[in-house]
């Protein structure tokens, strides 16, 4: 097998494992914060050893900066923490990036007119969620900028920057910077911009893609924004993240995409989609989580993944719970080769008095149908929400926009919200 397609999907044994883990230790990412605590507590071995599976860890952000402060309704803190003693998920164990990056940090680049942009030939990592703002290095201090040239290994770059304005008050800055080897087997390129209006609109973002000499290539976005919800008239901050890289030879690849949402009062909303493939393995992966804000809570994830011999297994779960009440299911499957098929469905519902009925069953004849005494537990509020997000996002909430010209006011879209009828 080609060395880099091995290190770009990176497949360990198969296992499978019960109970919910926790990405990351850190703020930032789905999992547990710092004082966070994990769901499920069991790990299950699955009866099949092919080696594939749907790799899954962040790479978390720094703690929010409490020096920013922003004057917006706190979030009432929630009634019910998380330590289920059974959860029912499975989640993939999470191998080592698949890429080995030559520069290890991010080289900031336009903090002076005469420096040269570097060489960005690194793929992405994979499974490393979000990133902060900070991380990218994001800096203004050039805003009309035309330049190429050659270095000494004649490599080539060139860096230019501009900005573009619209109606309503319509801004976009950008910087775009790019360069190749000198026989042209390798190219990157990226782009910056700040985009804001009169409505209150604010976006900050990133795209970067690339190809190298042994016929990798990679594209990777990031961006966040501020808005005000045209609905509920609160402040939302929006967050997503997408990449896929694929290596030069083997039918290999994989791609991602992350996305956070979160208002002033608590609702919040992430999930990811994951797909990964080494010649005729594959695997896939969706999860979600959904805050109301107000207590009640709904999780899910669904996976599934195919060996190279045609073993094919998934996972799915889902709980739902408000006030202490709530339920728990899921279903966890297997199919060989040989087209023969395994399954247990499995579930749980919580009272809310210290009772919890829980039922299943599966192809092989097993079943059961028990109440038993059990505390309930679950996260009713994200462990990173509205106030580490806000810490998290000083450079886009510090966009300015244009300066409104006097008599001059917005144009606010209410989009199809219907008139009121006329008076009788």
Known sequence: MNGMASRLLDFPTLVLRR????????????????????????????????????ARRTMSSEKAD???????????????????????????????????????????????????????????K???????????????????????????????????????????????????????SHDGSSEWKETWWEKSDWNGYRELGVEKSGRNAEGDSWWETWNEVLYQDEWSNLARIERSAQKQAKPGTENAGWYEKWWEKYDAKGWTEKGAHKYGRLNEQSWWEKWGEHYDGRGSVLKWTDKWAETELGTKWGDKWEEKFFAGIGSRQGETWHVSPSNDRWSRTWGEEHFGNGKVHKYGKSTTGESWDIVVDEETYYEAEPHYGWADVVGDSTQLLSIQPRERPPGVFPNLDFGSIPLPPPPE
């Open 19 to 54: 109970g919910r883990e926790s990405d990351s230790a850190k703020p930032g990412r789905r999992g547990g914060g710092q004082g966070q605590v994990r769901l499920g507590r069991a790990w299950v071995s699955c009866c099949c050893s092919d080696p594939v599976v749907p």
């Open 66 to 124: 409490d020096t920013w402060r922003f004057d917006l309704q706190k979030v009432v803190p929630a009634s019910h923490r998380v330590r289920v003693r059974a959860t029912p998920s499975m989640p993939f164990p999470s191998p080592q990036s698949p890429f080995v990056p030559k520069q290890e940090k991010f080289f900031r680049r336009c903090t002076q007119r005469s420096f040269i942009p570097q060489s960005r030939d690194t793929p992405p």
């Open 126 to 180: 994979r499974d490393t969620g979000i990133a902060n703002e900070k991380d990218w290095g994001i800096n203004w201090l050039n805003d009309h900028v035309n330049e190429s040239g050659t270095n000494e290994d004649g490599s080539t770059w060139y860096r230019e920057s501009g900005e573009d304005l619209g109606e309503n008050g319509y801004r976009c800055r950008w910087t775009r910077m790019g360069g190749g």
